[in-house]
């Protein structure tokens, strides 16, 4: 089977927002429809982890560090499932990929969100005595 193809990820600054999609163009419209679709995130060091999961009736389901920010949606007629990202936090910044819930799809190459901290790097004051 061929794998989705993720896009939309990119580097923002804290609070802002992005809008991922996942193209399943290899799956025909009778096995899309039906099937259970999940947002999936990897940050560097950690294992992939869903995010974010639509099934096919558009119930949806969040993880609670996501929860009030994401939205996830599916186009059943383009075979696509989006990701409204919004109000981003560092702590988001991952690889985001998307496959059925049952990961029965091999892995794309993920698309890479980036967010930035409003905070600068700082500069250290030293007073001796």
């Known amino acids: 089977q061929r794998r989705p193809v993720e896009s939309g990820g990119g580097m923002v600054q804290a609070g802002g927002s992005l809008r991922l999609s996942c193209a399943a163009s290899?799956?025909?419209?009778?096995?899309?429809?039906?099937?259970?679709w999940g947002w999936y995130s990897q940050a560097p060091g950690n294992q992939r982890k869903l995010v974010a999961s639509?099934?096919?009736?558009?119930?949806?389901n969040y993880a609670d560090s996501v929860k009030g920010r994401f939205t996830i949606s599916r186009d059943n007629a383009h075979k696509k499932v989006y990701l409204q990202m919004n109000s981003l936090k560092p702590e988001d910044t991952a690889v985001y990929y998307c496959?059925?819930?049952?990961?029965?799809?091999?892995w794309g190459q993920g698309t890479q969100v980036t967010v930035s901290s409003p905070w600068g790097q700082g500069t250290q004051v030293t007073v001796s005595p």
């Open positions: 496959n059925t819930l049952k990961e029965s799809l091999p």
């Open positions: 639509i099934d096919a009736t558009r119930n949806t």
């Open positions: 290899g799956m025909i419209t009778s096995t899309f429809n039906p099937t259970d």
